[in-house]
C-alpha cells in the first residue's frame, strides 16, 4: 500500500512492486500543501527527464564503502551535493539490449518496462559511471589507459572495446526517484547498485565533479548530520539503506530479492517539517 513518508524537507509518495516487478501505483489522495491529485496524474510543470544513478560498491575488512561523488558548486542540479554517479539517459543506452538481452529481459520484469528501457536505463547507469568516474563496472580490470579515447562512447561500443564482455551481473535494480513538481529541471531516475573490485579507484571528471570519496554508508550519513557534506533526499535515504549491510555479497543479496520501491517527493510546508 502507498504511504507517506518523510525524507529531509519533503514527503515520500511511496509505490511498491507487484510479484512480477511491476509498479503499483498508489491510490489517488493530496500531498500537504501541493493539492496534488493523483500518482497517473499530477499537475508536472515540466516533465521529468529519464535518468540513471549507480551505487558503487566495494568490500573492505570493516565493512562494506560505496563511492560518492561531489558536484561542482556551479552545477545546474545539486550544486554542491554529494552524491552517486549517474546522470539523463541518451538515446543510444538501449544498445545494451543487443549485448544482454536476458539481462534486459530479466531487469525489465523487475522494473515494470519493456526491455528495450530496461536496457537503456542500466545503459545509462553503466555509460554514466565511467564517464565520470573512470570505473567500468563488470569489467576484468582497470582501463584507464583507454578513458580518454573512450569517454564519450555510446555504451554499447564502450562494452565492446573490452577483452572480454563485462559481466553485468551483480547489478540490482532498488529504486525509483522523481524530482518534486515545480522544480525548474525534473528527472525520473532508477537507482541501481553494483560490486566494484577493490582495486579500481575513480578518475573524476573535472567538468562535473570536484571530488570522490570511497566512504561506508554509516560514516556518509553521519558526516551529512554533522553538517560537513551536503546530500540529496535519494542519497540520503539510499544510504541508510545499504547501511544495514555486513558484505557487499549480503548486500545484493538481499536487495535482489525485496521488492524495487518508487518515490514520488512532495513539498510539504516549512510548518509540517
Request: proline letters at 8%; glycine letters at 8%; one cysteine or more.
Given at each position: 500500500m502507498?504511504r507517506?513518508?518523510?525524507?529531509?524537507?519533503?514527503?515520500l509518495?511511496?509505490?511498491?512492486?507487484?510479484?512480477?516487478?511491476?509498479?503499483?501505483?498508489?491510490?489517488?489522495?493530496?500531498?500537504?500543501?501541493?493539492g496534488?491529485?493523483?500518482w497517473?496524474?499530477?499537475?508536472?510543470?515540466?516533465?521529468?527527464?529519464?535518468?540513471?544513478?549507480l551505487?558503487?560498491?566495494?568490500?573492505t575488512?570493516?565493512?562494506?564503502?560505496?563511492?560518492?561523488?561531489?558536484?561542482?558548486?556551479?552545477?545546474?542540479?545539486?550544486?554542491?551535493?554529494?552524491?552517486?554517479?549517474?546522470?539523463?539517459?541518451?538515446?543510444?543506452?538501449?544498445?545494451?539490449?543487443?549485448l544482454?538481452?536476458?539481462?534486459?529481459?530479466?531487469?525489465?520484469?523487475?522494473?515494470?518496462?519493456?526491455?528495450?528501457?530496461?536496457?537503456?536505463?542500466?545503459?545509462?547507469?553503466?555509460?554514466?559511471?565511467?564517464?565520470?568516474?573512470?570505473?567500468?563496472?563488470?569489467?576484468?580490470?582497470?582501463?584507464?589507459?583507454?578513458?580518454?579515447?573512450?569517454?564519450?562512447?555510446?555504451?554499447?561500443?564502450?562494452?565492446?572495446?573490452?577483452?572480454?564482455?563485462?559481466?553485468?551481473?551483480?547489478?540490482?535494480?532498488v529504486?525509483?526517484?522523481?524530482?518534486?513538481?515545480?522544480?525548474?529541471?525534473?528527472?525520473?531516475?532508477?537507482f541501481?547498485?553494483?560490486?566494484?573490485?577493490?582495486?579500481?579507484?575513480?578518475?573524476?571528471?573535472?567538468?562535473?565533479?570536484?571530488?570522490a570519496?570511497?566512504?561506508?554508508?554509516?560514516?556518509?550519513?553521519?558526516?551529512?548530520?554533522?553538517?560537513?557534506?551536503?546530500?540529496?533526499?535519494?542519497?540520503?535515504?539510499?544510504?541508510?539503506?545499504?547501511?544495514?549491510?555486513?558484505?557487499?555479497?549480503?548486500?545484493?543479496?538481499?536487495?535482489?530479492?525485496?521488492?524495487?520501491?518508487?518515490?514520488?517527493?512532495?513539498?510539504?510546508?516549512?510548518?509540517?517539517?
Amino acid at each position: 500500500m502507498a504511504r507517506l513518508r518523510r525524507c529531509g524537507r519533503q514527503l515520500l509518495l511511496k509505490g511498491s512492486t507487484n510479484r512480477l516487478g511491476r509498479s503499483v501505483p498508489p491510490p489517488k489522495q493530496k500531498a500537504l500543501g501541493e493539492g496534488i491529485g493523483s500518482w497517473a496524474n499530477p499537475p508536472l510543470t515540466t516533465p521529468p527527464r529519464s535518468a540513471s544513478t549507480l551505487v558503487m560498491a566495494r568490500q573492505t575488512p570493516e565493512r562494506p564503502q560505496v563511492l560518492l561523488v561531489q558536484r561542482l558548486t556551479t552545477s545546474a542540479f545539486g550544486a554542491g551535493a554529494w552524491v552517486f554517479p549517474g546522470g539523463a539517459v541518451d538515446a543510444d543506452d538501449s544498445g545494451l539490449l543487443h549485448l544482454y538481452p536476458a539481462l534486459a529481459t530479466g531487469m525489465a520484469a523487475r522494473m515494470g518496462l519493456t526491455a528495450a528501457e530496461a536496457a537503456a536505463y542500466l545503459g545509462a547507469a553503466v555509460r554514466e559511471a565511467w564517464e565520470e568516474t573512470g570505473i567500468l563496472i563488470g569489467a576484468m580490470s582497470p582501463t584507464r589507459s583507454t578513458y580518454a579515447a573512450a569517454a564519450d562512447l555510446p555504451v554499447r561500443r564502450l562494452l565492446e572495446r573490452e577483452t572480454s564482455l563485462p559481466d553485468l551481473e551483480s547489478i540490482v535494480y532498488v529504486s525509483r526517484w522523481v524530482t518534486p513538481p515545480g522544480q525548474s529541471r525534473r528527472y525520473d531516475t532508477r537507482f541501481f547498485v553494483a560490486e566494484v573490485g577493490g582495486r579500481f579507484e575513480p578518475r573524476l571528471s573535472s567538468s562535473e565533479h570536484a571530488e570522490a570519496r570511497w566512504m561506508r554508508p554509516a560514516e556518509a550519513l553521519q558526516r551529512n548530520e554533522g553538517g560537513e557534506i551536503v546530500m540529496m533526499p535519494p542519497t540520503v535515504h539510499t544510504l541508510r539503506t545499504l547501511r544495514e549491510y555486513d558484505s557487499v555479497t549480503a548486500m545484493l543479496q538481499h536487495l535482489r530479492e525485496r521488492p524495487a520501491e518508487s518515490y514520488f517527493p512532495l513539498s510539504a510546508p516549512a510548518t509540517e517539517q
